[in-house]
């Protein structure tokens, strides 16, 4: 028997060597068919920053008009997007950032449908006051839980000056939006406002940081 190699038409799905009476096939894919994941970190704090943004803007500007227009953005950009993006984290081992992200996706989309037209405050039987510390209370909930992560970033070995400031910057604004809640003073939702937009912009130079690193570029964070 004459030992040679067995040629197949589809050389390139399928390489199949002579090894003394036995053959063994592996499958080689062209190059242009290997999957390279992307980064989900842009993703996520750049839908943090935008719905924070627009938020921030009726805080600051407009306190006591309807804010509604963020429906749409907060339910599926700034929650549904930024809930994937934590997904996706996850897959990379990003435990801390995939927690921050999930997290802050279930807010917003939270905070979407709040503002829609619907009478959540009726299982209160209309008592508005109650509605309100309720409301509040959520709300400090939610402070707790970032404040947490502030901490939590200051001990990360492979945190940042810039994550935790605007971990610290998000919880702020979640405080003073609850205190004004609470007391109904448009004061504290006005430092929201102003603590937010701080947020917005942190998030958005991160995420556009983010992105440029895999074209090489860097930029202090």
Known sequence: MNDKPIEESSSNLA???MRGS???SQPVLPNQYAIHAGNPGPLGLLSFALVTFVLSVFNVVWPDASNNVLVVGAIFYGGIAQFIAGLLDFQHGNTFSAT???SFGAFWTGQGFL???INFNAAYAGDAEMWAQGLAVYHLGWVLFTYMMFGVSLRLKKGSVLLSILLFLAGTTILMLAVNIWTGNTIP???AG???LLAAF???YAGLAEI???DGMTFPV
């Open 15 to 17: 390489v199949i060597e």
């Open 189 to 191: 939702k006005r430092i």
């Open 115 to 117: 503002l829609l037209p």
């Open 202 to 204: 942190g998030a958005w």
């Open 212 to 214: 440029m690193v895999e």
């Open 194 to 196: 102003v603590t937010g």
């Open 100 to 102: 921050i992200f999930c």
């Open 22 to 24: 036995r053959y063994s």
